[in-house]
């Protein structure tokens, strides 16, 4: 228990002046006499030919985001199939078309699912070109999509500009995500992370450590060894284990303060944490309890529900890195969650299916959530008979549309990707023993479905294993789960933004529904709780309750 409380403490340490510092490199601008852009970030613009003093409406912060994503789509996918004939290609091949199809998707998206063998399909110039670069601007683009958000309940521009793209991409990736992770890596370093280009033929090397630090820091998760962070190369010790459940948590969890900054309330910002801290520990007081008990032949003879986990981090650190990690789509494992107990797998699914707000991913957690605000503001308007109000801004059938569409997406492709897989008769057999048709273990092979369309809709990219998810169908489904549940969200988050920052700030009055404190945290959290309830708890019973109850 004191990895729990030493990530506590340190993000309790980290939690105000790594907050401020990200609302003041958003805000950077706005301050006479300070330097707008670094040398570096102004010779970026140059060449690539942008404005950064040009602002977006949503339009065109939408449109500049997609275009900027489909590139980075197309670079991956072409690097990936003619990697065997680039320098330091390790003898390896191009990879095949679904492959890296999914693959693309899958880092660009910010979910980095893996269906393939890290060590044995990527060449020593694809894992750092082009899964750790987009490791970096994945978890920027996120990142900017929220401070476009938090911009539109801050200022009221006549013309929607929610600023420029482009600036926030660069802005988070250079002043944030890339000093944080440089600062991570050497700390892996010095607990026997590799870093290396040097090959062998008695074990693998690789350039683990910067993209590990990276590939947590970001809340990317994919690894580039097969065992990913349960590997000794990667997560070799007990205090790494723990610098990389930090590195998950520190940039959303500090996102809620540089949210209460950038709006000029901070108590809007420990609102929102407040909420985020108690589904995290919920769910890690059910997984912790779920995974010491001792139900079943195997556990009781071992004394605990150690099969699939590291000796080396134990339960608790198992358990720790499992709920975090769900709950950051990040998708990084230390332990194999196929193989935990019905409840604590069911626990860390059903994390994901809150639409992963505990605290989220960089960017993705904190827009996630006041979303779900919003939500939460329509339902206590409606129950008090007062148009709803969030931040002083109205809110209308267009906001709330838009936060009800963002919101569905990732049912949508959870429920339909699920039922469809289940019904092929191809799916049994890439489900191994727990697909038998007619057996106790067909239960836990619909889990395991089920937590598939739920990783890539959420863009975790975690695998709950034992599905083999390698054939076509997989392949291209779980592809266009990842884009879907992506994208979607964000043009409808961007719509919300462009509708609000051109709305009027209305002062509050005795009306208004304060949305600080526990009056208001209780009706988010009880919000987010009831949709997740009603939208999954018949595929759960299907699933991870069923399997429990037997």
């Given at each position: 228990?004191?990895?729990?409380?030493?990530?506590?403490?340190?993000?309790?340490?980290?939690?105000?002046?790594?907050?401020?510092?990200?609302?003041?490199?958003?805000?950077?601008?706005?301050?006479?006499?300070?330097?707008?852009?670094?040398?570096?970030?102004?010779?970026?613009?140059?060449?690539?030919?942008?404005?950064?003093?040009?602002?977006?409406?949503?339009?065109?912060?939408?449109?500049?985001?997609?275009?900027?994503?489909?590139?980075?789509?197309?670079?991956?996918?072409?690097?990936?199939?003619?990697?065997?004939?680039?320098?330091?290609?390790?003898?390896?091949?191009?990879?095949?078309?679904?492959?890296?199809?999914?693959?693309?998707?899958?880092?660009?998206?910010?979910?980095?699912?893996?269906?393939?063998?890290?060590e044995t399909t990527m060449t020593d110039l694809t894992q750092p070109l082009g899964l750790a670069v987009q490791n970096f601007l994945s978890a920027a683009v996120g990142l900017a999509v929220a401070i476009a958000l938090v911009r539109s309940f801050v200022t009221v521009r006549s013309g929607g500009e929610l600023g420029n793209f482009w600036v926030d991409l660069t802005r988070g990736t250079l002043r944030i995500l890339l000093p944080l992770s440089f600062v991570i890596a050497l700390i892996l370093l010095t607990q026997g992370v590799i870093q290396s280009f040097s090959a062998s033929s008695d074990f693998a090397l690789a350039p683990v450590a910067s993209q590990e630090a990276i590939k947590e820091l970001g809340t990317n998760g994919g690894g580039i060894l097969a065992a990913n962070s349960a590997h000794p190369f990667e997560n070799p010790t007990p205090l790494s284990n723990v610098v990389e459940v930090i590195a998950l948590l520190l940039i959303p969890v500090c996102l809620t303060r540089t949210f209460g900054t950038m709006v000029g309330s901070r108590k809007q910002g420990l609102t929102l944490l407040a909420v985020m801290a108690t589904l995290w520990a919920g769910l890690l007081a059910i997984t912790l309890a779920a995974e010491f008990g001792t139900r079943g032949v195997a556990a009781q003879a071992a004394g605990a529900m150690m099969e699939g986990k590291e000796s080396r981090f134990g339960i608790a650190g198992s358990a720790l890195f499992a709920v975090s990690t769900t709950g950051t789509s990040t998708g990084a494992v230390n332990s194999a969650h196929d193989s935990m107990s019905p409840l604590g797998g069911g626990a860390v699914l059903t994390n994901m299916l809150f639409g992963e707000i505990a605290p989220g991913g960089v960017g993705t957690g904190l827009y996630g959530l006041l979303v779900l605000s919003i939500i939460a503001v329509f339902v206590g308007g409606l129950l008090v008979g007062r148009t709803p109000e969030f931040l002083g801004k109205k809110l209308g059938r267009r906001e709330i549309t838009m936060a009800a569409l963002s919101v569905l997406v990732m049912p949508v492709l959870v429920l339909v990707g699920t039922s469809i897989s289940v019904v092929l008769d191809s799916t049994p057999a890439f489900q191994g023993n727990s697909g038998d048709p007619g057996t106790p273990g067909s239960i836990h092979g619909f889990t395991e479905v089920l937590y598939a369309y739920s990783s890539a809709a959420n863009n975790n990219g975690s695998a709950f294993g034992g599905l083999t998810a390698t054939s076509d169908w997989f392949q291209i489904s779980l592809a266009l789960a990842m884009l879907l549940g992506r994208f979607l969200p964000i043009v409808f988050v961007l719509a919300l933004a462009g509708s609000l920052i051109t709305s009027k700030r209305t002062p509050p009055n005795a009306g208004t529904l304060p949305t600080t404190g526990p009056l208001f945290g209780g009706l988010l959290l009880g919000t987010a709780v009831l949709v997740a309830a009603l939208t999954f708890f018949p595929a759960l019973s299907l699933g991870p309750i069923a399997e429990a109850l037997s």
């Open positions: 228990m004191g990895s729990i409380l030493a990530v506590i403490a340190v993000l309790a340490i980290a939690y105000v002046p790594l907050g401020d510092y990200m609302a003041r490199v958003f805000e950077v601008g706005s301050e006479p006499g300070r330097p707008v852009h670094w040398r570096l970030e102004s010779m970026l613009y140059r060449v690539c030919r942008i404005d950064p003093r040009a602002e977006q409406t949503w339009v065109g912060y939408t449109t500049s985001l997609l275009g900027f994503s489909t590139a980075g789509i197309v670079f991956l996918y072409v690097l990936q199939r003619i990697q065997g004939v680039l320098p330091m290609n390790n003898g390896l091949p191009g990879v095949s078309p679904a492959v890296a199809f999914n693959t693309a998707v899958s880092f660009v998206s910010n979910t980095n699912w893996q269906s393939y063998v890290p």
